[in-house]
Nanobody, 115 residues
Framework: QVQLVESGGDLVQAGGSLRLSCAAS????????MGWYRQAPGKQRELVAR???????NYADSVKGRFAISGDSGKNTVYLQMNSLKSEDTAVYYC?????????WGQGTQVSVSS
């Protein structure tokens, strides 16, 4: 079983920054099958950023140049640094681990950006 616990969500003004953390435990097979998604009210959950095979990173077009995903394998923790936040970044942010064909999710952390 895999457990994911997100933290770091907050209310911030537009243009500000936040760093989200996702602490993972269980049979992970590494942190490079993990990523971040978000879901705004009334919208579908969407990819924000994730690691792909070989440790490469993928980003949604809407966050490229502003957000950065990173990880600490020793701590089994993945981070999402979010800069130049916009009101449209307001959402619940979820940590995801995709392992052997299964998706595991955290409980989510709320990010609210005021304009």
């Amino acid at each position: 079983q895999v457990q994911l616990v997100e933290s770091g969500g907050d209310l911030v003004q537009a243009g500000g920054s936040l760093r989200l953390s996702c602490a993972a435990s269980g049979r992970l097979f590494g942190i490079y099958n993990m990523g971040w998604y978000r879901q705004a009210p009334g919208k579908q959950r969407e990819l924000v950023a994730r690691f792909s095979s070989g440790g490469q990173t993928n980003y949604a077009d809407s966050v490229k140049g502003r957000f950065a995903i990173s990880g600490d394998s020793g701590k089994n923790t993945v981070y999402l640094q979010m800069n130049s936040l916009k009101s449209e970044d307001t959402a619940v942010y979820y940590c995801n681990a995709h392992i052997l064909g299964y998706d595991f999710w955290g409980q989510g952390t709320q990010v609210s950006v005021s304009s």
